[in-house]
């Protein structure tokens, strides 16, 4: 049957097209023809921010004495679990060497990105976890220079919790630069960078616009739009832990959807139910985001069976997946179009976004039905390699000539009959004789 919304969402009122684009194109060729000097005008002007742009050592050390011990260790129970994943992906990333036919090898190599640039957000929330979740994984895949950004504060600067934990990771720099300045100084190599191979880390749509503008000559983790999550429940699912997660992923903001898809419709009316007073208790500014997100972008719809509740989840594919239902193997094999995927109700979005280990950097607005998030393969280049010996050389030099030729690429051709003259043919003799 057809699946029964018993919440839609409205969307958002139309946002004007190109302003974000056409600001983020103006301020790139500022910073590229003014370089340090319009970095530090864009990070006055739009942070308030006139100190120091690179932070100096005794800067990170004098804030990690202002966090509290407590939290200290809790942030290294996070990089504990986020470096440890990395590093299990980094061992599933081989070099290997094989022998095709005899005589004629090829092989894989994997080498590391030599410089990456990590974006941590700082704005409304001091985005500690996402310090851990981009540095931790370029240290893990091996790149030998990091360079992290964060927007300061007027006179603060960058978060204290933050600057721990970007230190704790493993990042060589940090400068104190937020926004398309701070992607800018990354990419161009500003304030002793050298210039960033690959661009990582969340960011609001100014950061999200300058990656995209930047990439080609740069490489990006990926075009990342608002986060957004989907819960998938039976009847054996606790109607307030359903609302809490989807209350709690709505808090990201006004523009974050999430989403609710059930076969019981009294589960999903029990959840409508207690999302008001979830919403309630929570603080003026964490309210009204959640608020504005679920009455704009909140969905609830009753689906016929899981087989339905599955196609949903696939044709939506979610940044944030999550399985509050029985059978959670069935779910794992079934479900094939999703960022991160959360499984049993004893897993909560939350654990994924700051300390459980596997990446929070992830695909969103449907991307993730051709990409997942980011890992130790995005700091790797997975390059092979060829070599040929006499044993193989005479046939494939033929099959290449042939091919070019059928192609129309004489030159090509020529290159093979001439290694087939000069290496092949004396071959050929020796056996005869």
Known sequence: MPITHLKTAPGLPPQPEGDTADTVQIMLARLREGREQAARDYAARLDGWEGEIEVPQAVIEAAARQVPEELKAHIQYAHDNIRRFAEAQRATAIEFETELRPGLIGGQKQI????????????????????????????????????????PAPGRGIHPAILYAMSLAG?????????????????????????????????????????RQLFGPVGIDMFAGPTDSMVLADTTADPLTVAWDLVGQAEHGWNSPVWLATDSRSLAEAVLAAIPSCLATLPERNRSSAQAAWDALGEVMLCADREEMAEAANSYAPEHLHVQAGDLDWWKSRLTAYGSLFLGEQTTVAFGDKASGPNHVLPTSGAARYTGG??????????????VTDEALP???????????????????????????????????NRAS
Do not use: C
């Open 112 to 151: 590391p990105l030599a410089a990456a640039g990590a974006y941590v957000p700082g704005g409304r929330y001091a985005h500690i976890a996402s310090a851990l979740m981009t540095i931790a994984t370029a240290r893990a895949a091996g790149v030998p220079d990091i360079t992290a950004v964060s927007p």
């Open 374 to 387: 980011l890992s130790v393969h995005k700091f790797l280049k997975t390059v092979t390699w060829q070599r």
């Open 395 to 429: 046939d494939l030099a033929r099959a290449t000539a042939a091919i070019s030729r059928a192609e129309g690429m004489e030159g090509h051709a020529r290159t093979a009959d001439i290694r087939l003259d000069r290496f092949a043919t004396p071959l050929r003799h």
């Open 171 to 211: 990042a060589d720099r940090v400068l104190a630069l937020g926004g398309v300045q701070g992607v800018a100084a990354m990419a161009l190599g500003l304030f002793g960078a050298p210039p960033a191979d690959i661009l990582v880390g969340p960011g609001n749509q100014f950061v999200a616009e300058a990656k």
